[in-house]
């Protein structure tokens, strides 16, 4: 899972409540943020549903890496500590077009999201009525692996065919023509 998946989580949230900075990442024993209200993001689980496709690619440096891409579903907890509106307003805000615009910087596609409703969990050491919601987002990944290749090869040989003899010699380099 990538860090950097929950700062574009909680980029989309603070744009769908048109809060800038309400947004926490969610930490196990962390202090509670010093404001009064706010949301916290915690990327829970990363799941590949299908087969990733693989290539050689050359990269601009000249060397081969096996590149392996596919989809995977995200499945993002946002909690927020008023059980009110900000949840909701945060849910009507995936049909505008600033949130919309953010989404495609970010390379999310918000697949499904589900309201969990008067969730009772501890922040601190208080007790807290909150409500959170699950988004299951779809990203793309791409991983470079290095890999060895053949650059080029040679072949020396000898032909046979009765008394007829051809002496053979083959080279094959990666960038001739």
């Given at each position: ?36 209200e706010f949301a916290a993001v915690r990327l829970l689980k990363e ?131």
């Open positions: 899972m990538h860090s950097s998946d929950e700062k574009k989580m909680m980029r989309l949230v603070d744009q769908s409540l048109q809060s800038p900075k309400y947004t926490y990442p969610m930490q196990k024993n962390a202090p509670r943020p010093s404001v009064p799941h590949n549903p299908g087969q990733d496709s693989q290539s050689v690619v050359t990269l601009p440096d000249g060397t081969d890496v096996l590149r392996v891409e596919g989809v995977r579903i995200l499945l993002f907890q946002i909690l927020f500590t008023e059980a009110d509106i900000a949840p909701a307003k945060f849910l009507a805000g995936f049909r505008r077009q600033d949130v919309i615009e953010v989404m495609t910087e970010e390379k999310l596609s918000i697949l499904r999201y589900q309201k969990v409703d008067n969730e009772s969990l501890t922040l601190d050491q208080n007790w807290e009525i909150r409500d959170s919601v699950l988004v299951e987002c779809l990203v793309n990944r791409s991983y470079d692996f290095d890999i060895n290749t053949i650059n080029a090869v040679e072949i020396d040989g000898t032909y046979n065919e009765g008394d007829k003899v051809v002496e053979l010699h083959l080279t094959v380099a990666k960038d001739s023509p």
